[in-house]
């Protein structure tokens, strides 16, 4: 485990962005008076950032942590085996554990994300998987000219995280939902939107993307975490050799690789 990013539940949420940004983090812990109350995602501030955006509310300086967090999160003791942590990642669907042995006194409070799990898998994970072995095959993706809107409803509804940028038939960009937060968080809170409806309806995915990463389906899942790990993205489209033209064959996360430590026990 390691030492968790902390922010006050009555803090500004535009200081939560700032300091998952400036720490390139997914996951800050929620204190309260010394204890931890809550916990707070990518996912969640974008959700809400969106939401409030589509009914036309600009009040940043309303918006506060606690209306973001997930109340009474969950949380394991500190002999807890790894893989009993990933399993429990994978069965509540969520991205983050605290390790402390309870939530009284934030101090003792640790932390155990995917990220973290990708960083320390060869120790953790001994056999040599391809990727073509785990990645999910025809995945969803969208053009640049998809609304940011509509990438975000298609994060939403189909339970992802993540989005190949594809046009022509060729890989052109990457977003994931941690990429998509950070930008409309940041456009809402500069107050650099004026037409919130414009501005959701017209900015696009290539407006927002970063450039094409990719990795090839003969490589092996050390591969991919260590490219996950050095990009910070929550996944990474796979292509069917490693040329940038080749063809998309499917998408490899975070969450696939955490699938084979709960399977291996």
């Known amino acids: 485990m390691r030492s968790p990013l902390l922010v006050d539940r009555d803090e500004n949420i535009a200081k939560a962005v700032e300091l998952l940004d400036r720490k390139k ?7 309260d008076e010394g204890r931890v109350v ?6 969640d ?22 209306a973001v967090m997930t109340e009474n999160p969950l949380y394991v003791g500190l002999e807890t085996p790894i893989h009993e942590v990933a399993k429990l990642m994978i069965d509540k669907g969520i ?15 640790g932390i155990i994300t995917k990220r973290d799990i990708l960083r320390n898998l060869r120790s953790l994970y001994d056999a040599r998987t391809l990727v073509s072995n785990i990645m999910t095959r025809n995945p969803v993706s969208v053009n640049p000219g998809t609304t940011i ?4 409803w298609i994060l939403r509804e189909k339970n992802i995280s993540t989005l190949p940028v594809v046009e022509e038939g060729a890989l052109v960009g990457y977003l994931d939902a941690r990429i998509l937060a950070l930008e409309i968080a ?3 809170l500069k107050g650099d939107i004026k037409h919130t409806r414009t501005f959701i309806e017209s900015t696009t995915v290539e407006d927002v993307m970063i450039a094409p990463h990719f990795i090839s389906k003969d490589k092996d899942i050390y591969s991919v975490a260590e490219l ?7 996944g990474t489209p796979v292509l069917e050799d490693d040329r940038l033209e080749a063809k998309l064959v499917g998408i490899i996360t975070e969450t696939d690789i955490v699938h084979l430590l709960v399977r291996e026990h």
């Open 25 to 31: 983090d997914t996951h800050l812990v929620v204190t």
């Open 38 to 43: 809550g916990i707070v995602s990518v996912k």
């Open 45 to 66: 501030i974008l959700r809400t950032v969106l939401d409030r955006l589509r009914w036309g509310s600009q009040r940043t300086s309303k918006l506060y942590v606690s």
């Open 95 to 109: 991205s983050s554990v605290i390790v402390a042995e309870d939530l009284e006194d934030v101090e003792s409070v």
């Open 149 to 152: 809107k509509h990438a975000e």
């Open 186 to 188: 940041w456009a809402y």
């Open 228 to 234: 996950l790990v050095h990009k910070r993205v929550k």
